[in-house]
């Protein structure tokens, strides 16, 4: 038998998600699900599909994020196998039969992860969005789909409840349980991902995550990317934008409201504001025009780009030195007090 946990904050795609379990129940093994319900008190009861409801239990979560909510749901666990679904992908109609084939493996395999299928526009370019979350069918050991040995997860301690959001906290985990000693492996069946709609600043938002970055930086040393299998970002392109323009700003302020006494302290200003707006417009530029390309070029979708390009830089540098701050106190994996 297999335990399945679904952490929700109640999202309209979680039905979606129940009735296709339900529809396979009987046709692979038998599941005990495990639905974390991590909204706000006084949400009201999960709805769960009669077909499914004598495998279901539903677990209070804290609200603390679902790095927490999944670790209150294996620990309830009861089975060897447990495997974590989100609650806005889509099981394809074999995939409880195709889970039980994947788990059939040797004893040091840790854990096995899923395919993930995002759909995309067939009539047009994707979006930065869109791409963005396409991205997932290429992540390594992401939860939308992972499914862990529960002897794994008790040697490691589950998962880092310092990341609150879905970010990070799954390639951390598969970190661990590689270290402790565990192979993982791809498997065969799969899940549907559909882009979940959102508004135009959305991009904005997502580089809270940088704040999680600065706290792997912290645990894992200056290879954290490569030791975890996370391809190389922006951030160092982002601090010499932001830089730039803090330069900028700052050679302008000196010169235009302390009005340095010589000739020569004002042109020093002066050459500084220039060459640091050169570099921050430049920079700016070539990280907009990355974003415009591959997109559908559409007004709106330029605009956007345009001006959550000049935004994000200071952002993503912004959250990650409060995140560096936060984990001042953290020690380095393997040292801890």
Not at 16 to 35: D, K, M, N, T, Y
Not at 187 to 198: K, L, S, W
């Amino acid at each position: 038998m297999i335990s399945i946990v679904v952490p929700t904050v109640g999202r309209p795609s979680l039905a979606r998600l129940l009735r296709a379990l339900a529809e396979q129940v009987g046709s692979g093994p038998e599941p005990e699900i495990l639905l974390v319900d991590d909204r706000a008190a006084g949400g009201g009861e999960l709805a769960v599909p009669g077909a499914l409801a004598p495998y279901t239990k539903v677990l209070r979560g804290r609200g603390a994020g679902p790095a927490a909510a999944r670790n209150v749901g294996w620990r309830a666990a009861h089975h060897p196998w447990v495997v974590f679904l989100d609650d806005d992908v889509l099981p394809a109609p074999d995939w409880l039969r195709r889970l039980a084939a994947d788990l059939a493996v040797g004893d040091r395999v840790g854990g096995v992860q899923g395919r993930v299928r995002v759909p995309l526009p067939a009539d047009r370019r994707p979006t930065d969005w869109e791409r963005a979350t396409a991205g997932l069918a290429e992540g390594r050991w992401i939860t939308a789909d992972m499914a862990y040995r529960r002897a794994a997860l008790v040697a490691t301690g589950g998962f880092d409840e310092r990341f609150p959001r879905a970010f990070r906290e799954d390639a951390e985990l598969a970190h661990r349980v590689r270290l402790a000693g565990w192979y993982l492996k791809r498997g065969g069946r799969t899940v549907t991902h559909p882009v979940r709609p959102e508004d135009r600043w959305v991009s904005l938002r997502t580089q809270r995550g940088n704040a999680d970055d600065a706290l792997l930086r912290r645990r894992y040393g200056p290879r954290w990317r490569a030791e975890l299998g996370i391809p190389a970002g922006r951030r160092h392109r982002h601090a010499r934008i932001t830089a730039a323009g803090a330069l900028a700003l700052g050679a302008l302020t000196l010169r235009g409201v302390h009005r340095p006494a010589s000739a020569t302290g004002r042109c020093l200003a002066g050459v500084a504001a220039t060459l640091g707006a050169g570099v921050w417009l430049a920079g700016t530029a070539r990280f907009a025009a990355a974003r415009i390309a591959p997109g559908p070029r559409t007004a709106e979708e330029v605009g956007t780009m345009l001006v959550t390009s000049v935004l994000i830089p200071p952002l993503a540098v912004g959250h990650w030195l409060r995140g560096w701050w936060g984990a001042r106190a953290v020690s380095p994996y393997g040292r801890e007090r």
